[in-house]
């Protein structure tokens, strides 16, 4: 059974998450902040894919991105946000996540990224220093909203 890690300060929308992700077969660890995720993707078995919100105390979304593309071992984990903060800020702060989900999430969407995600594994990282996401993901992410780069 595959574990899934949330990263959320919102304790209701933690436990949606988990309930939905549990429903599906996944096992998964809840951290309410960039730190705890971290303190636990040390000590324990690591996930197949985290689920980060962006805005959240002690150490934001952006700061954990920074920290797991930091570490070999936790940097090739695939890498949801999830935000109501528009997608253009979110990257310009950390453009290293795999995708990118609005909240308020769309359930039936994100089931369908994390699976795809957990199948797929790690993909390659874009080229470019700001982290813009290359066509090909676009592609691979149909169904997500992603802004044109024009």
Do not use: W
């Not at 939905?20 to 309410?32: I, N, P």
């Not at 902040?33 to 303190?39: P, R, V």
């Not at 936790?74 to 989900?101: C, E, K, N």
């Amino acid at each position: 059974m595959k574990m899934i890690l949330i990263v959320e300060d919102e304790y209701g929308n933690a436990e949606i998450l988990q309930l939905l992700l549990e429903a599906e077969g996944y096992r998964v660890a809840l951290a309410s902040n960039g730190q705890q995720a971290l303190d636990i993707l040390r000590t324990s078995e690591k996930p197949a894919l985290i689920l980060s919100d962006f805005m959240m105390p002690v150490m934001n979304g952006g700061e954990f991105g920074q920290a797991l593309s930091q570490d070999p071992a936790l940097s090739q984990i695939p890498f949801i946000f999830m935000s109501a903060t528009s997608q253009d800020v979110v990257r310009r702060v950390f453009g290293g996540y795999d995708a990118f989900m609005v909240k308020p999430i769309e359930f039936d969407s994100l089931l369908r990224v994390v699976k795809r995600l957990i199948a797929e594994g790690k993909m390659a990282r874009p080229a470019a220093a700001n982290g813009q996401v290359e066509e090909s993901m676009r592609h691979l992410l149909k169904g997500i909203h992603i802004p044109s780069r024009d």
